[in-house]
């Protein structure tokens, strides 16, 4: 089992940044991928960033050139930072860890979601 828990959501002016942090706590030497996902109000959860342990980054092309993905494996987080947002940047964000079981199966976990606003 893994748990993980969100936080840095807030309200922003366009142009303004924020930073996500998700923490990572449980069985956390079976997590491969973390990743952060969104979803507006309407539309379906997608994917913002992903990376991998040991592995390079990958972004939606919505948010590339503008947000990065960083994880710190000693301290079991993975950060998001927000630059240049803007109002379609609004959603609930979403922490997720992919975690390898000892079958060799992927199990997705979810955190509770951080709510950002961006306003006009």
């Known amino acids: 089992q893994v748990k993980l828990v969100e936080s840095g959501g807030g309200l922003v002016q366009a142009g303004g940044s924020l930073r996500l942090s998700c923490a990572a706590s449980?069985?956390?030497?079976?997590?491969?991928?973390m990743a952060w996902f969104r979803q507006a109000p309407g539309k379906q959860r997608e994917l913002v960033a992903s990376?991998?342990?040991?592995?390079?980054?990958n972004y939606a092309d919505s948010v590339t050139g503008r947000f990065t993905i960083s994880r710190d494996n000693a301290r079991n987080s993975v950060f998001l930072q927000m630059n240049s947002l803007k109002p379609e940047d609004s959603a609930v964000y979403y922490c997720?860890?992919?975690?390898?079981?000892?079958?060799?199966?992927?199990?997705?976990?979810w955190g509770q979601g951080t709510q950002v606003t961006v306003s006009s």
């Open positions: 997720n860890a992919q975690s390898l079981s000892d079958s060799l199966l992927l199990r997705d976990y």
């Open positions: 449980g069985n956390i030497f079976s997590i491969r991928t």
């Open positions: 990376i991998p342990r040991g592995g390079s980054a």
